[in-house]
């Protein structure tokens, strides 16, 4: 229970919004036109000398389970040589925020999600945008999420920002649905 204590109060001195403005969800179904196959790009800036962007071909494979209390995300990036699968679990806890769990290297991570804005229209699109407290090429920092969904596109926008600066671009994914 520290831990979220900590969390929380990392939040409220470091973010430009108060956490009572947070959204909760009752269910999962918000993030419903996620499950299905998806194809695209990745873009991210190269963390070795913070300029060059570098573009990957990317699956992404989502699916709910049986009794709809998780959505998994199987990303699978093809880089120069190598594939690369990244796999993670979406839940709700039990105040109804959303929590993401990244396994890497057989190592389970699980962050709450602030949720600044859920923006439906009709379950046709999504727009969400995701806050959490983390760390960014090793460093410290408030990450951004921004996620804009419909039944055939999926825009993931990743930003951070250390300290006091601006948020400033880390990924981007841009799929297209295979099959609905």
């Known amino acids: ?65 049986e009794l709809g209390e998780a959505i998994t995300l199987n990303y699978v990036f093809q880089d120069p040589g190598y594939k690369v699968e990244n796999i993670q ?10 929590v993401l ?3 890497d290297g057989g190592i389970a991570k699980s962050s709450v999600l ?8 009709n379950g046709l699109t999504s727009s969400m945008v995701f806050f959490e407290s983390g760390y960014d090429n090793n460093q410290p920092a408030l990450i951004r999420y921004t996620i804009n969904l419909s039944a ?22 841009k799929l297209n649905k295979v099959n609905n």
């Open 1 to 65: 229970m520290k831990k979220v204590y900590a969390v929380v109060i990392v939040l409220l001195l470091s973010a430009p919004f108060s956490i009572a403005q947070e959204e909760t969800f009752d269910d999962l179904k918000p993030l419903d036109l996620l499950v299905g196959e998806w194809k695209g790009q990745l873009e991210y800036l190269n963390y070795s000398d913070n300029t060059t962007r570098v573009k990957l071909p990317t699956n992404l494979y989502c699916n709910k389970t």
């Open 89 to 98: 679990l979406l839940t709700l806890n039990k105040m109804g925020q959303l």
């Open 101 to 103: 769990t990244i396994v």
């Open 114 to 121: 602030y949720v600044k804005s859920n923006e439906t229209n």
């Open 152 to 173: 055939s596109t999926l825009i993931s926008l990743k930003e951070v920002k250390y300290d006091e600066g601006e948020f400033t671009f880390r990924n981007q994914i």
